[in-house]
């Protein structure tokens, strides 16, 4: 019997799909349509990291692949993993795009969950943390850190040194942040704070700026410039 041009493994919360490297392209988004609409009930509602094995696919094809997966079950895929292991974030790529993502998502470690309370972690790379940085917690990173989720407890980006590293988050609380060398609490405006936020969204960059902590909505101010 002919083997399918596509095949899916699934394990907690990854999915890997086997893509024929013969096969036309277009052939395949069609395939991947109809086995997620027929195993919509057994996937399940999720979020999922995919991995894509035996063919090499541009980033117009990974995206039809995302598309193909959604449109027809009730699976989110939140990032691709790479053949080199490393990460590419679907949902907020263009946002993060002007903090020169590639190199950030390239080297960065994911954590699944949030740091809990009085937790201490150190990272040797860019973090990307798919929860919350508790109060009580405290994450310092020699790279970028990359919240989904709320800042409320300590976090320290280009530690111990490196000015130009970036704080991303979706919401952030009352306690100091550093960026290299320097250290502030981070206030938000009101008129920022009142929009409606999820998870699934960065909406606050936080970099150094004219020798201080800069904190700004990734859509809006001088974050936009940069």
Known sequence: MKQSPVLIKYSKDILTLKLSPEEDFMDIVKIVCRKFAESRKFFGKGDYILTIEDRELSSNEEKAIVDSIELNSDVRIRFILAPDNGIKEIKVLEELEKFKTDELLRSAVLIKGSIGIDKEKSFDTSVIILGDVKEGAKVTSKGNVV??????????????????AF?????IGAEPVSIGGISSVISIKKKWGSRKTTKDEINYGIIQFDGQLLCEPLKSGILKQL
């Open 147 to 164: 919240v989904f989720g709320a800042i409320n407890g300590q976090v320290h980006a280009g530690y111990p040194n490196l000015n130009n």
């Open 167 to 171: 704080i991303a988050c979706t919401s």
